[in-house]
């Protein structure tokens, strides 16, 4: 019966990232999806997240948490800890930092889509879609030197998928061109990762 109410869209990459951890902690029979409408003034997601962004997660009490990062670490406090946040301080912060590179991935991903959304292309900038796509081909050159775990599904491993996913989705970048290692990974994890094909964008 679910008690959570995750407020997303089945296309954020950044709404994955909870769905998916969901499912590989066993908590998705926890949490109804409910579809949000960032751009629309009248959707409550404002009044439940003051930044009107998504993910954002509605507790039973009417409480909020936002965003993706803190998320999945409450996902993981709610499974008895160590499950996809490591809790021995090495691999704790190198779970951490693998997330940074996936969201960061993420965040010039979407700086890029949206301008091209909500400018008209004569108005592109060239320079900014350039600096963003730097940002992500830099990121994933050193995932391809160290692609994530075979084994482990950490909140580093997750974001790097969620990333990889959202570049096919809305990007349409080669960027297994020249990443054998990384797109090997990619392939394997999502055969072995619970939800992987549910929670891809649609």
């Not at 997330?99 to 991935?105: E, H, S, T, V």
């Not at 392939?187 to 990762?193: D, L, M, N, T």
Request: hydrophobic share 45%; proline share 6%; with cysteine.
């Amino acid at each position: 019966m679910p008690d959570m109410i995750l407020r997303t869209t089945l296309t954020s990459p950044f709404g994955r990232k909870p769905r998916l951890a969901a499912a590989v902690v066993g908590l998705a029979d926890r949490i109804e999806v409910v579809a949000a409408d960032i751009l629309d003034d009248s959707d409550s997601l404002r009044a439940q997240n003051p930044l009107g962004k998504i993910p954002t997660l509605v507790l039973g009490d009417g409480s909020t948490l936002y965003d993706s990062r803190v998320i999945l670490e409450y996902f993981d406090h709610l499974v008895g800890g160590n499950r996809i946040v490591p809790s021995e301080p090495v691999a704790r912060f190198a779970a951490l930092k693998l997330q940074a590179i996936g969201d960061g991935i993420l965040d010039a991903g979407v700086l890029r889509r949206l301008e091209t959304i909500f400018r008209d292309e004569p108005l592109w900038s060239q320079r900014w879609l350039g600096y963003q796509s730097g940002k992500m081909n830099r990121a994933l050159d050193v995932l391809e030197e160290a692609p994530p775990s075979e084994t482990a599904i950490l909140v580093g491993e997750i974001a790097v998928a969620c990333s990889l996913g959202f570049i096919d989705f809305r990007l349409g970048d080669d960027w297994r061109a020249g990443r054998p290692r990384l797109a090997g990974w990619f392939e394997r994890f999502g055969a072995r990762c619970p939800g992987f094909v549910e929670t891809a964008p649609r």
